[in-house]
């Protein structure tokens, strides 16, 4: 596996190119609206449905294309190849977590940095409380995971 000095020059700068492009078409296509994610969430507006189905589209394509194109990625040098995850309580409890703060907040965490970008100062309070969230788990499975060794595992 490629190391972050391993990597083509390009990598970073593109990486944030596409979180510019990511950004921008969450913002144009009012995705990064709280209020409009929450309307797909009472069941009022599917547009974030059609929105959701074209990002799987194009990574199913591409997820299927890319490895017959190509031998490795071409700025990571990493081999194509499946990465499969435990679906363990973690999984469900995260995704739980998750989906509540979706619904209470309306948004995600992509979207939430859009919005921001977007002039929605208020989801600061979101923002914060993802940061909070992700920091407590951190503190929590390092706490739980004294004396374990903490490099990652294969499939990481």
Partial sequence: MAT??????????LVLVGGLIFGFGLGYSHMARPEVVLNFLQFEDF????????GAAVTGIVFFVMPRVLDRAPLTGDPFERRLKSFDRNVLIGGAIFGVGWGLSGICPGAAYASLGIGNV?????LA???????????????????VDPSPTGAD
């Fill in 4 to 13: 972050s000095t391993d990597r083509h020059p390009l990598f970073i700068p």
């Fill in 47 to 54: 547009g974030l449905l059609f929105v959701m189905f074209g």
């Fill in 122 to 126: 208020t989801i600061l309070w979101a």
């Fill in 129 to 147: 409380g993802m940061f909070i969230g992700a920091y407590l788990q951190g503190w929590w499975r390092s706490r739980a995971t004294d004396g």
